[in-house]
């Protein structure tokens, strides 16, 4: 079956560096996402590898290995907006989108 | 209109009663989804539509249909309401497929009693 894995929740400190993991078993790759999705709203996009490496966007950045099936997405100087849902998602093969269950970010002063 | 909106943005619905969730973007994009979202559970697709004219179904159809008559609008319709559908409902939308980034409604929030 397909699967991706992501940490349940993950706690941090404002003003720090928090690392989000991401693992996937998928049929095939075309690509991979992350959304971010802040409590009762819906999900926004916030970056997309289809090639091995670091795509840096501002604060956050992530990163891709197609070889190991992960990524990471790393935020930096965290602030309390950060607090939200990171939410990990795969295109396979046959180009069907599978969803992580997110990761629930908690950030703390 | 701005993005993608949804209608209405929250509802409480009698189990059996039927049901339309209302779903219109305004960016020419060829694609659009229907999700739901549950607690613990991530999103799941209901159904999708790759271009005006053509739907097909995602992991949990059942209960749900979908039309897809024109560009902009993409209707998702709870035939006989059961409580299991209690739910929020995201529709999204992208310019050609699931290689593209995905816009998301602001959601429907649905309780079936």
């Known amino acids: 079956g397909q699967n991706i894995d992501q940490p349940t929740e993950m706690t941090a400190t404002e003003g720090a560096i928090v690392q989000i993991n991401c693992t996937y078993q998928t049929s095939g790759f075309n690509g991979l996402f992350w959304y971010q999705q802040h409590a009762g709203e819906a999900p926004t996009f916030l970056s997309y590898n289809v090639l091995d490496g670091l795509e840096e966007k501002g604060r956050f950045s992530s990163f891709l290995s197609r070889s190991k099936g992960y990524s990471y997405l790393l935020l930096k100087e965290l602030q309390m907006k950060d607090s939200a849902s990171y939410l990990c998602?795969?295109?396979?093969?046959?180009?069907?989108?599978?969803w992580g269950a997110g990761t629930k970010l908690i950030i703390k002063p | 209109i701005a993005g993608i909106t949804q209608a209405p943005t929250s509802q409480i619905l009698a189990a059996g009663r039927r049901m339309t969730l209302r779903c219109t973007q305004d960016?020419?994009?060829?694609?659009m989804y229907w999700y739901r979202q549950d607690l613990g559970l991530g999103l799941r697709l209901i159904h999708y539509s790759n271009t005006a004219g053509t739907t097909g179904k995602g992991e949990v159809p059942d209960g749900y249909s979908v039309s897809r008559a024109n560009t902009d609008d993409f209707p998702l319709t709870l035939a006989s309401a059961v409580p299991s559908q209690t739910s929020v409902y995201f529709c999204?939308?992208?310019?050609?497929?699931?290689?593209?980034?995905?816009?998301f409604g602001p959601g429907t929030r649905l309780t079936v009693l």
């Open positions: 999204a939308s992208s310019a050609q497929g699931n290689t593209d980034t995905q816009y």
């Open positions: 960016m020419r994009h060829n694609a």
């Open positions: 998602a795969v295109t396979d093969s046959n180009y069907q989108l599978i």
